[in-house]
């Protein structure tokens, strides 16, 4: 079964600096890799996605996340994060058979002047 | 952009009453919706994936009589909570995925969700 790991629960970064955050993927096959971002009381929003191709994949909000095959990981990039950037980000797995999404617990990224 | 919305934002009800939950994709046709939950701090956790004018496939664990889900056409699926207790009280998060021949194919659209307290 696949499954999503998101080892920090919670990072805080000033704003103007750099932001990674981490996912780790299990899937048997080619995965389908999301980042999805949720403010307080909001839905999901669709940052990026990769589903084959180049290994850098660049999102919306000056985002870009990297497909690393060999060590199972999508981990998300920001050069520089601004104050609205504060939010709750999901990285999610699709399987494309059965349509299914799969969540990590999210990271909530915190944002100091 | 694709975008999905839901109706009511949020809703407060007595014990042992039902609410109904709407899901509509507004610019493209859902051939599947999917309905989650999500617990305060936790992750989304899927119930169920309904595919248009077919029953839904509901997730271990999740009852079906509980949580009726109804997708009627293209653009709408419901979800109601029936018989609601303070347990089901939580956020109920509905996407929709757009047939293959559409170029939103195999990613899902999230609406803003609907907070529901059962009280």
């Known amino acids: 079964a696949q499954s999503v790991t998101q080892p920090d629960i919670h990072i805080t970064v000033s704003e103007g600096a750099s932001l990674e955050l981490r996912c780790n993927y299990s899937?048997?096959?080619?995965?389908?890799l999301f980042w999805y971002v949720q403010s307080p009381g909001q839905g999901l929003q669709l940052l990026l996605k990769?589903?084959?191709?180049?290994?850098l994949v660049q999102g919306i909000k000056g985002f870009e996340a990297e497909f690393k095959r060999s060590q199972s990981s999508f981990n998300l990039r920001k050069p520089s994060v601004h104050w609205s950037d504060a939010a709750e980000y999901f990285c999610a797995v699709g399987d494309f058979g059965n349509e299914k999404l799969t969540f990590g617990t999210g990271t909530r990224l915190t944002i100091i002047p | 952009g694709a975008v999905v919305s839901q109706h009511p934002s949020r809703v407060i009800c007595k014990s042992g009453t039902s609410v109904k939950i709407e899901c509509r994709s507004l610019?493209?046709?859902?051939?599947?919706m999917f309905w989650y939950r999500q617990f305060p701090k936790q992750s989304l956790m899927l119930m169920a994936t309904s595919n248009e004018g077919s029953k839904a496939t509901y997730e271990q664990g999740v009852e079906k009589d509980k949580f009726l889900i109804n997708h009627a056409s293209l653009t709408l699926s419901t979800l109601t909570v029936t018989s609601a207790h303070p347990e089901d009280s939580s956020f109920y998060i509905c996407s929709a995925r757009a047939g293959i021949t559409h170029r939103f194919q195999e990613t899902q659209y999230f609406g803003p969700g609907t907070r529901l307290l059962v009280l």
């Open positions: 899937y048997g096959a080619t995965p389908y």
């Open positions: 610019d493209f046709q859902a051939t599947t």
């Open positions: 990769y589903f084959s191709g180049d290994t």
